[in-house]
């Protein structure tokens, strides 16, 4: 593949979108206007056809699973190869066995899995909140102080509690928050400039030594 | 001409270009900054060497899916400036890496700087199908079973990380396995602190980028982005300080 296919092209195109986004947002232009939703359109397009070689990726690695008879789960492999085809068929022509696998099988796997994440949050607890220093114990005890703020039982015990996890979340909470909101604004904001200009090339797949 | 409350703005970001323009040419005509060393990027090199030592490889993962036009992309790219830093690693220590991708843009960019760095090596025929990995969006359920499948030693989580950085940093525990995670997320940071040995809070995943490839545009970005910070800092209090005395013509040219 040329430089110019490469790196070049690539970088160049991404400029004139960048700078289309630029203007659209700071002047209004009407043909610019189009000119940019048609671009957002175009992301959902791109975005369609990476999901192609992600699914090829898919069928490949559950192919090598059950050649390698890789430990673990390698018997789905070949249920994945066979049922995803039938599926995608299935999804294409809105056949009804498709809903029906999706809400009997998906569905519940999916929530099944996000709920786990409740006693995951507990184990994790558990494990790190422990009183190890000075700084450990303020973390541990404004946890408390805040979890007792949220809870019925909290103000009944006392109704100090409420106040005082107001104080901690709104103050010190907020505070931090803001800040955080603020850096990850300069964050993103320094790699839009990056790539607008056409130092940054992680976009490209391209190793940091062949840039600049 | 310009839209109506976009004038401060417009000028911040004239002046962020022109200040990254000046910091890049200044430091590639040699100006050095001095960057403070990140303990999660300088654990890297050892998490590595422990991973040849047990036999096992390391796990790279940018997280949640991010839309490529979504703000959260960044924190992606950032994730991939590091993987590019930990695969040559990998490579030259003699370690599998195995990497997990659930963005469907992304995947083929992380495919890319993989191969790449194996096929810069020489050593391409180690590169298979299995190195990176399409999770696709049930992401968490993919990420967790892979933790176990290949019984990884180091965990990296970098990028754009949301409330299954419980789940997957509990099972990266379980295994044994250390953790290295990053996020700008504010809301997920605190789980990454209480499941991860090493962790980059905030912009620090982003300067961290710069401090791996020590490239002058990834310094200059760094440079310019602690001068803006103090400029925010400086106005900030100065906003807060006039409008306490009545005064309030600073924060009206900030909102035009």
Known sequence: ?212 | MLKEGTLATFFTLIALMVTYIYFVSRVRKGFVPELRPFAAIEALEEQVGRAVEMGRPVHFTTGASAAVTHARFSAVLSGLKILSYLVELCVKKGADIIVSEASATVFPIAQEIVRSAYQRLGILEKFTTETVQYVGGQYKGRIVGNLERYNVATNIYVGSIGATAWMIGEVAARIGATQIAGTPNDSNMVVLIATSDYTLLGDEQYAAGATLSGKPSDLASVLTFDYFKLLTIALMLLVFISTMFGNSWIANILRL
């Open chain 1, 1 to 212: 593949m040329s430089e110019f296919s490469r790196v070049k092209g690539p970088i160049a195109v991404g400029f004139v979108c960048a700078m289309l986004v630029f203007i659209n947002y700071f002047v209004k232009v009407p043909a610019i206007s189009t000119s940019v939703s048609i671009l957002r359109n175009n992301t959902i397009l791109i975005s369609a056809f990476a999901m192609i070689l992600g699914a090829v990726n898919l069928i490949q690695v559950n192919y090598r699973y059950y050649t390698t008879k890789r430990s673990g789960l390698w018997m789905f492999g070949p249920l994945y190869i066979v049922l995803f085809p039938v599926l995608a068929y299935a999804g294409l022509m809105r056949l009804p066995v498709y809903t029906y696998f999706y809400n009997n099988i998906a569905l519940p796997i999916s929530v099944a899995i996000s709920a786990f994440i409740g006693f995951f949050i507990a184990q994790g607890m558990y494990r790190t909140l422990r009183v190890k220093n000075y700084e450990s114990f303020l973390i541990i005890a404004s946890t408390f102080l805040v979890m007792l703020r949220k809870v019925p039982i909290g103000g009944v015990i006392w109704s100090g509690f409420v106040p005082i996890g107001n104080w901690l979340l709104m103050v010190f909470g907020v505070g931090g928050v803001r800040a955080l909101i603020i850096v990850f604004g300069f964050g993103v904001i320094s790699i839009g400039i990056r790539t607008v200009l056409g130092y940054e090339r992680t976009q490209l797949g391209i190793l940091d030594e062949e840039g600049d």
